[in-house]
């Protein structure tokens, strides 16, 4: 193959990656479409800490069917005939488990574990994007609905 099908293949790669990192967030600060103008429960309390933390970034096919693409384009490049047969297969292999190595790096965020102890006494802990600073002894809000609950200022 020509170096510039490869670059092709590359730029696919990168564009997926790019993709599937805007397909979820777990910030503070970021409603998706479902949970715009839905009502949500608000419960007040007090920090009590704050732990960093990595929130793992996503795992979808993308990542691994264009690093496979890629892989077995690089791949037949090897020998002739049944080796380059091989040479795809093996490639296709690597470039899929590569391609999932790099989303999951190129989508993983910082984060904060928060605990939160409610005014009524109960604690609460909460994991979401490090986009938004917490000290224990503020006062915060948790805003619950729809399967999440966020902590806000």
């Known amino acids: 193959m020509n170096i510039s099908f490869l670059s092709l293949c590359g730029a ?12 979820s967030t777990s910030s503070g600060n970021v409603y998706d479409a479902r949970q715009a103008r839905q009502e949500q429960t608000v419960r007040l309390g007090v920090v009590e800490s704050v732990r960093t933390v ?3 970034g996503s795992r979808s096919p993308i990542g691994a069917v264009a ?3 890629v892989g077995g384009v690089a791949g037949s490049n090897v020998g002739g005939g049944r ?17 999932s190595i790099l989303e999951e790096r ?5 984060g904060l574990e928060i605990t939160v ?3 009524g006494g109960e604690l609460r802990a ?11 002894g503020e006062r915060v809000r948790l805003l619950s ?9």
Do not use: W, Y
């Open 67 to 69: 690093g496979g693409a």
């Open 106 to 110: 190129a989508t993983r965020k910082d």
């Open 12 to 23: 696919a790669l990168a564009g997926a990656l790019a993709v599937s990192g805007c397909a």
């Open 117 to 119: 102890k409610l005014d």
């Open 54 to 56: 990595t929130i793992e």
């Open 145 to 153: 609905g729809g399967g999440v609950t966020r902590v806000s200022h």
């Open 126 to 136: 909460i994991t979401q994007e490090a986009d938004e600073s917490f000290k224990p």
């Open 83 to 99: 080796g380059s047969t091989i040479g795809s297969i093996l490639g296709a292999v690597a470039g899929g488990v590569a391609g």
